[in-house]
């Protein structure tokens, strides 16, 4: 089998995540992604995509990160995708405070783990269920092939069962 050839998900139907992209499966790479994606993010949100504003936990500088949200309610849903080493989720854990750049607007609030099952079922339904035009342009990133419903669905659930959730509560 060459590297570039990938075996099929049993669970899914679907490929793994694409071999060989450089933004996808690195943290620089994530970083390089997220700085390209920053200045149209800050201009023109999108519904399931925004910047997240933090303070540095050890230089207390304002670090700002886009990443894949969903407003729901006073709400918002979040997942750090590569879980609990995120730079940015490590400035959450120290200070919870954030700003958040959402269509509609700039938004202030505390971010925090979902308290209960419940709440993370409920988490997982919006955040998985919920697909932008942009959600395909992210799993065309990281999948092989068109990128259907079932696939951006597939990929969402991927990410909140290995990432890190977290809810905000906006003021």
Same mark, same amino acid.
């Given at each position: 089998?060459? #590297?570039?050839?990938? @075996? $099929? ?6 490929? #793994? ?5 450089? &933004?996808?499966?690195?943290? @620089? ?5 997220? =700085? ?18 933090? *303070? ?5 500088? *304002? ?7 969903? $407003? ?14 995120? =730079? ?14 959402? +269509?509609?607007? *700039? &938004? ?6 979902? +308290? ?7 988490? $997982?339904?919006? &955040? ?9 342009? =992210? ?9 259907? +419903?079932?696939?951006? @669905? ?5 990410? &909140?069962?290995?990432? *890190? ?7």
């Amino acid at each position: 089998m060459s #590297p570039n050839t990938e @075996k $099929r998900a049993p669970e899914t139907g679907y490929a #793994p995540e694409r071999a060989g992209n450089p &933004f996808v499966g690195s943290t @620089k790479g994530g970083r390089v992604l997220s =700085a390209m994606m920053l200045p149209l993010l800050l201009l023109s949100p999108s519904d399931t995509f925004g910047v997240i504003t933090t *303070t540095g936990r050890r230089t207390g500088k *304002t670090r700002r990160k886009c990443v894949r949200v969903v $407003r729901h309610g006073n709400r918002v849903y979040l997942v750090s995708i590569p879980g609990e080493h995120a =730079a940015w989720l490590k400035n959450i854990r120290a200070n919870a405070s954030v700003e958040l750049r959402l +269509r509609g607007g *700039t &938004f202030h609030g505390l971010a925090r783990d979902p +308290r209960d099952a419940e709440e993370r079922d409920l988490a $997982r339904r919006i &955040f998985c269920e919920t697909i932008d035009p942009l959600d395909r342009v =992210a799993c065309a990133l990281h999948r092989r092939g068109r990128p259907s +419903r079932q696939k951006v @669905k597939a990929l969402h659930h991927k990410w &909140f069962d290995r990432g *890190t959730p977290l809810v905000v509560e906006l003021e």
